[in-house]
């Protein structure tokens, strides 16, 4: 009987606070909404900003795990400008001493980029801490591409958006003439 009775005080509970729910004020329904949105935004920057500090370290630490030598295959960061969501664009490079074999010559280094860095990393040259180095970038450049995919789709939503109606997210200040 007890169970009963406590059964029925819940239910009656539960009904009330549906009910409460529905009789939400629209203007705190908006601010809800916007703290969402804020939230959501301050976890895409945390994100891209550890991904970002991440590839930043690896490659850091890629770098002084091998001698600077020939072979010695480094991962740079490029920056292609200002509104692009996939800066920066990680880029495998390889140096190379073009007169490795003289011996008369003076050295002459230069960067050739590499597509396939895992490949490049299987050199004798390259130690087995740098190749353990450069899959764990691999892969986080590809978990950051997945991300980055993503935010191209919202970002794609936000110009739909703005092309329907022009006036959508940008801020009008209150000093406007």
């Not at 795990?65 to 880029?91: E, K, M, S």
Request: proline residues 4%; contains cysteine.
């Amino acid at each position: 009987m007890k169970q009963a009775m406590g059964h029925e005080t819940s239910t009656a509970e539960y009904v009330s606070k549906s009910r409460s729910r529905r009789k939400v004020d629209r203007a705190e329904l908006a601010v809800e909404a916007d703290a969402m949105v804020g939230a959501l935004t301050d976890d895409i920057r945390a994100i891209m900003k550890e991904y970002n500090q991440q590839l930043i370290d690896l490659g850091e630490r890629i770098r002084e795990a091998q001698p600077r030598a020939h072979g010695a295959v480094l991962l740079d960061l490029n920056r292609c400008g200002y509104g692009c969501l996939g800066c920066p664009h990680p880029v495998w490079q390889k140096w190379v001493n073009r007169q490795q074999h003289s011996r008369t010559s003076a050295s002459t280094w230069h960067a050739a980029r590499v597509q396939r860095p895992g490949v490049a990393a299987r050199a004798k040259t390259v130690p087995q801490e740098a190749r353990e180095l450069i899959a764990d970038a691999l892969v986080l450049i590809e978990r950051r591409a997945r991300f980055i995919e993503h935010l191209k789709r919202i970002n794609k939503a936000i110009g739909t958006a703005r092309h329907y109606r022009p006036e959508l997210g940008y801020h009008h200040d209150e000093c406007d003439p």
